[in-house]
């Protein structure tokens, strides 16, 4: 129903930011939730940033929390997520999520969300 693709990583020194896009298509996008998860290397996939359709309501990680921004734009087939004050430690393939009729609590689960993206990669170094 639902078909993700992310573009915008790269390579980007400590403090700096980056803007990471995920194009989303399908009949059901407008009922879509949709979040941001990330895999550092080595370790597991971890919860970055949540947006719900239908109220805008967001969610971050502890560790982005205040330094990232979750958004969609005007035509509802992006979703954007603005990095800002990057850190080493943010260096992963991050992957945007699709998924519906979430309750609140389970929006940080990778269980809640039934389409995912291929990623794209964020390396953070100087």
């Known amino acids: 129903q639902v078909r993700l693709v992310e573009s915008g990583g790269g390579l980007v020194q400590p403090g700096g930011s980056l803007r990471l896009s995920c194009a989303a298509s399908?009949?059901?996008?407008?009922?879509?939730?949709m979040a941001w998860f990330r895999q550092p290397p080595g370790k597991e996939r971890e919860f970055v940033a949540s947006?719900?359709?239908?109220?805008?309501?967001?969610n971050y990680g502890s560790s982005v929390k205040g330094r990232f921004t979750i958004s969609r734009n005007n035509a509802d087939n992006t979703v954007f997520l603005e990095m800002n004050a990057l850190k080493p430690e943010d260096t992963g393939v991050y992957y945007c999520?699709?998924?519906?009729?979430?309750?609140?609590?389970?929006?940080?689960?990778?269980?809640?969300?039934?389409?995912w993206g291929q990623g794209t990669q964020v390396t953070v170094s100087s």
């Open positions: 999520a699709a998924g519906f009729n979430l309750i609140l609590s389970s929006v940080q689960t990778q269980g809640a969300y039934a389409h």
């Open positions: 399908g009949r059901s996008f407008d009922r879509a939730s």
């Open positions: 947006l719900t359709r239908s109220r805008g309501w967001t």
